[in-house]
C-alpha cells in the first residue's frame, strides 16, 4: 500500500492532504475465477481474460465502459526463456502485454507511460532485484568504514561535539534473522566551544577500539520498505521533541547500480511531512511544524547513510567512506591521521618553552621564549595535515600565510619533541 496525493479531496491547495494505504496500480486483490478470468478489484475493477485468442473481445472495465480485444498473438524471449505473449488492446487506447509463463508484463498507467515487468522475486528469482535489509548491510570481512556523528547547539554562543569513527569488519556471522559483525578501528572525538574570541575552546582526542555491531531484520525495518509506502520519520530518527507523527513516504532511487531509499529532505522549503486526520481513517493532513531540516537515508551495501536533523540544534550521523577491495568510496583517513592525535599534546608551559600571543592575529609573528634552542617547528591543521614547517630564527615564527582557524603547533629540540595548541584570529 502506498502513499498519494488526495486527488479528490476539495481545496487541496500546496498538497494539504494526502491518503494512505492505496493500492497500486493493479489495484489491491485479484480473483481468479477460473483459468478464463482473473478479476482485479478495488473501489473499482477491471477483467483479464488470457485464454480469448485473437479477435475475441470483453469488457474489460464496466465502471468505465471500456472494452478490450486480443490484437496480437506471438512469441518472445523473456528473462532468458521462450514465452507466448498477447497484447490486449484497449477501447481507450491503451494496451496490455501479458504472457503465458509471468502474467502481465506491461501494463497502462493513467497517464501516458507504461509499468514494465522487470523482476520477479519468490519461489524463482529473475530479472532486477528490488534491495531488501540484507542489500543494504552485507559486508565483507576485510571492508573498512569511516562515519560521524554529531551535536551542535546555539544560544549566547556554540557548543559541538563531533565523532569520527574507522573500523574494519574482523568477521561476519549471520544467523535467522541477524547479522553479527566483530570491528575494531579507531575513534577521533572534537569538542568545541564557542564564546567568541578569545573564548574558543578545542579538545581532540583519538583512541582504538574494539567493539560488535548487530544488525535484525524485520517486516517494519526501513530498508525493506517500498517506494512510496509512508512511515512516521520519527520512529526512526532523534526527533524527540516532535511529540506527534511526521509522516513521510519513501523515496527509492537507483545512481548507477546502487539503489537508495530516504524519507525528508534537505530543503526546507520542500518539506511534504503530514500528520493523521480526524476526519478518516485513510486521509492525512499536511503538517507545517516541520525541523529546518530533517534526512533519513539508507544506500545498498553502505547502511545508514544520513540520520540528521537540524531544528535550533543539529544531530547527525552519517556516511563519511568505505574501503572495499582497495577501491574507496567517499573519504576515508589513514590511520596515521588518528594516531597524529592519540598523541599526547603536552602543555608547553610545562616544558619552560612559552609562545605568545595565544591566540595571535593573523599578521603577527608567533614568539618563542625557550630554555633550550628549538631547532625547528611544524604547524599541523584540525585534519592533521602539515600546513607549515621551518626553523626559527630570531624566537619568531612568521604565520601570515595560515588562515583563521585552530591549528597545532609542533616544536622539536634536541631532546624532545612539544606541541600545543595554536588559535589564530
Known amino acids: 500500500r502506498i502513499m ?42 477491471f477483467r483479464i481474460m488470457p485464454r480469448l485468442k485473437f479477435g475475441q473481445s470483453w469488457i474489460y472495465d464496466t465502471e468505465n465502459n471500456i472494452s478490450a480485444v486480443i490484437s496480437y498473438e506471438g512469441e518472445t524471449d523473456f528473462f532468458g526463456i521462450a514465452d507466448s505473449i498477447k497484447t490486449i488492446s484497449l477501447s481507450n487506447g491503451k494496451s496490455i502485454t501479458i504472457s503465458k509463463n509471468f502474467g502481465i508484463i506491461q501494463f497502462y498507467a493513467q497517464t501516458d507511460y507504461y509499468y514494465n515487468l522487470v523482476g520477479i522475486e519468490g519461489n524463482i528469482t529473475l530479472g ?95 530498508t525493506n ?20 507523527p511526521l509522516l513521510d513516504k519513501i523515496k527509492t532511487t537507483k545512481e548507477g547500480n546502487i539503489y537508495s531509499k530516504q524519507c525528508g529532505t534537505f530543503d526546507y522549503y520542500t518539506h511534504l511531512f503530514y500528520h493523521y486526520s480526524n476526519i478518516h481513517a485513510d486521509l492525512f493532513e499536511r503538517n507545517y511544524y516541520v525541523p529546518d531540516m530533517v534526512v533519513y537515508k539508507y544506500t545498498e551495501g553502505l547502511g545508514l547513510y544520513y540520520d540528521m536533523y537540524y531544528f535550533e540544534m543539529a544531530n547527525g550521523d552519517f556516511f563519511m567512506g568505505k574501503v572495499h ?23 608547553i608551559e610545562t616544558q619552560n618553552v612559552f609562545i605568545y600571543p595565544n591566540p595571535i592575529k593573523n599578521g603577527q609573528n608567533l614568539q618563542i621564549k625557550s630554555d633550550e634552542e628549538v631547532l625547528e617547528y611544524n604547524i599541523y591543521n584540525i585534519s592533521g595535515q602539515k600546513v607549515l614547517s621551518g626553523n626559527i630564527y630570531s624566537n619568531e615564527i612568521n604565520i601570515n600565510s595560515l588562515f583563521s582557524g585552530v ?3 609542533e616544536l622539536k629540540t634536541k631532546d624532545k619533541i612539544i606541541r600545543e595548541k595554536l588559535i589564530i584570529k
Open 4 to 45: 498519494t496525493n488526495c486527488d479528490t479531496c476539495s481545496n487541496n491547495e500546496n498538497n494539504y492532504y494526502a491518503l494512505k494505504n492505496q493500492p497500486q496500480f493493479l489495484m489491491r486483490e485479484m480473483v481468479k475465477k477460473s483459468d478464463s478470468l482473473y478479476i482485479f478489484q478495488d473501489t473499482s475493477e
Open 225 to 244: 520498505k517500498t517506494n512510496h509506502e509512508f512511515i512516521d520519520i520519527v520512529e526512526y530518527t532523534e526527533l524527540q521533541y516532535v511529540e506527534e
Open 128 to 222: 532486477e532485484h528490488l534491495p531488501n535489509f540484507w542489500d543494504f548491510y552485507n559486508y565483507d570481512v576485510g571492508d573498512v568504514f569511516q562515519r560521524q556523528t554529531y551535536s551542535a547547539s546555539w544560544g549566547d554562543g556554540y557548543y559541538g561535539f563531533f565523532r569520527i569513527k574507522k573500523y574494519e569488519i574482523l568477521s561476519k556471522e549471520i544467523r535467522n534473522d541477524t547479522i553479527t559483525y566483530e570491528i575494531s578501528g579507531w575513534t577521533k572525538d572534537i569538542d568545541i566551544e564557542d564564546w567568541g574570541w578569545p573564548n574558543v575552546h578545542y579538545d581532540t582526542i583519538a583512541y582504538t577500539f574494539e567493539d560488535t555491531i548487530i544488525f535484525i531484520d524485520s517486516v517494519n525495518h526501513f
Open 325 to 347: 577491495n582497495g577501491d574507496t568510496i567517499g573519504t576515508v583517513y589513514s590511520d596515521s591521521h588518528f594516531e597524529y592525535w592519540a598523541t599526547n599534546i603536552n602543555k
Open 407 to 409: 591549528y597545532i603547533l
